[in-house]
């Protein structure tokens, strides 16, 4: 079991920047494909972004498609998420996800085996 602690989260003012870390321990990070999702208050958790095991392969929700970037340091077993441009609709808990399998479907959350506590996102208008 691969064990994630998000970081980074906090309030900002929209079009501001915030970077989101992910810190795994527990697997190798070049044999997990790993994920970003949201939860908003009263809705489901939806997909944000995903990096595949190497880096090699990222794939986004539109939503937030040229303002969000995952990058990952294998190396140092972190994986990010930087986010520019917020907007107040960004507002949610994001948490980080991590998969010992290759992601044929990224952006389900069935395909995910471990998940962090989340970190909270607040963009004020």
């Known amino acids: 079991q691969v064990q994630l602690a998000e970081s980074g989260g906090g309030l900002v003012q929209a079009g501001g920047s915030l970077r989101l870390s992910c810190a795994a321990s527990?697997?190798?990070?070049?044999?997990?494909?790993m994920g970003w999702f949201r939860q908003a208050p009263g809705k489901e958790r939806d997909f944000v972004a995903h990096?595949?095991?190497?880096?090699?392969?990222?794939t986004y929700a539109d939503s937030v498609k040229g303002r969000f970037t995952i990058s990952r340091d294998n190396a140092k077993n972190t994986v990010h998420l930087q986010m520019n441009y917020l907007k107040p609709e960004d507002t949610a808990v994001y948490y980080c996800?991590?998969?010992?399998?290759?992601?044929?479907?990224?952006?389900?959350?069935?395909?995910?085996?471990?998940w962090g506590q989340g970190t909270q996102v607040t963009v004020s208008s």
């Open positions: 996800a991590a998969s010992t399998q290759i992601l044929n479907i990224p952006r389900s959350q069935g395909g995910y085996d471990d």
């Open positions: 990096s595949s095991r190497r880096g090699g392969i990222t």
């Open positions: 527990g697997g190798a990070p070049s044999s997990l494909d």
